[in-house]
Nanobody, 121 residues
Framework: QVQLVMSGGGLVQAGGSLRLSCAASGSIFSIYTLGWYRQAPGKQRELVAT???????NYAYSVKGRFTIARDNAKNTVYLQMNSLKFEDTAVYYC???????????????WGQGTQVTVSS
């Protein structure tokens, strides 16, 4: 079994910064793509950013230049640095990991528990 434990989040004023962390633990052989998603009230979950095992990144247009995704492969941890936060960034944020649990298994999708980010205008 694999667990993703998230930390960070909270309430911040517009223009401020927050940092989210997500640590994976359990039966892990390798972690492939890590990502951050968010879901605002009444909206579908959307991709925020992803990072491959090799470090290639991809960002939603709405967060480009403001958010930075990074990973520490030694710690099985992914981070999301969020700067210049806007009211519309308010959402529950989730981390996602594509994990192989053995050398011969395919990858499985795991989700963090979610953390609320609230940006006051």
């Amino acid at each position: 079994q694999v667990q993703l434990v998230m930390s960070g989040g909270g309430l911040v004023q517009a223009g401020g910064s927050l940092r989210l962390s997500c640590a994976a633990s359990g039966s892990i052989f390798s972690i492939y793509t890590l990502g951050w998603y968010r879901q605002a009230p009444g909206k579908q979950r959307e991709l925020v950013a992803t990072i491959t095992k090799g470090g290639s990144t991809n960002y939603a247009y709405s967060v480009k230049g403001r958010f930075t995704i990074a990973r520490d492969n030694a710690k099985n941890t992914v981070y999301l640095q969020m700067n210049s936060l806007k009211f519309e960034d308010t959402a529950v944020y989730y981390c996602n990991a594509q994990v192989a649990i053995t050398s011969s298994s395919g990858s499985y999708n795991y989700w963090g528990q979610g953390t609320q980010v609230t940006v006051s205008s």
